[in-house]
């Protein structure tokens, strides 16, 4: 089991920037494959960057691409997604995964997921 607990959501002005932390605990060794998603009201669960750190390979969605980058502290089994240049459509709730599979990398199938930390980005 792998727990993920993620931090540093909050309230921001467009244009401005935050930084989410997800902290994995457990067995770690089963989070070789990170990913951040995010769920707005009233949508589905999207994909936002992804990571599969055994061969260093890295993925964006396309709305986000060129503004948040996605990044780990493997010390602290931490992984961070570094959003600049926020948009009032980025507001949602943010969630980490875990996985040691690398096909799911962009998907939502994910073993093990966080609960989530809430984005609100002002205009």
């Known amino acids: 089991q792998v727990q993920l607990v993620e931090s540093g959501g909050g309230l921001v002005q467009a244009g401005g920037s935050l930084r989410l932390s997800c902290a994995a605990s457990?067995?770690?060794?089963?989070?070789?494959?990170m990913g951040w998603f995010r769920q707005a009201p009233g949508k589905g669960r999207e994909f936002v960057a992804g990571a599969t750190w055994n061969d260093g390979h890295i993925y964006y969605a396309d709305s986000v691409k060129g503004r948040f980058t996605i990044s780990r502290d493997n010390a602290e089994n931490t992984v961070y997604l570094q959003m600049n240049s926020l948009k009032p459509e980025d507001t949602a709730i943010y969630y980490c995964?875990?996985?040691?599979?690398?096909?799911?990398?962009?998907?939502?199938?994910?073993?093990?997921w966080g609960q989530g930390t809430q984005v609100t980005v002002s205009s």
């Open positions: 457990g067995r770690t060794s089963s989070s070789s494959v």
């Open positions: 995964a875990a996985d040691e599979r690398p096909w799911v990398v962009a998907s939502l199938t994910y073993a093990y």
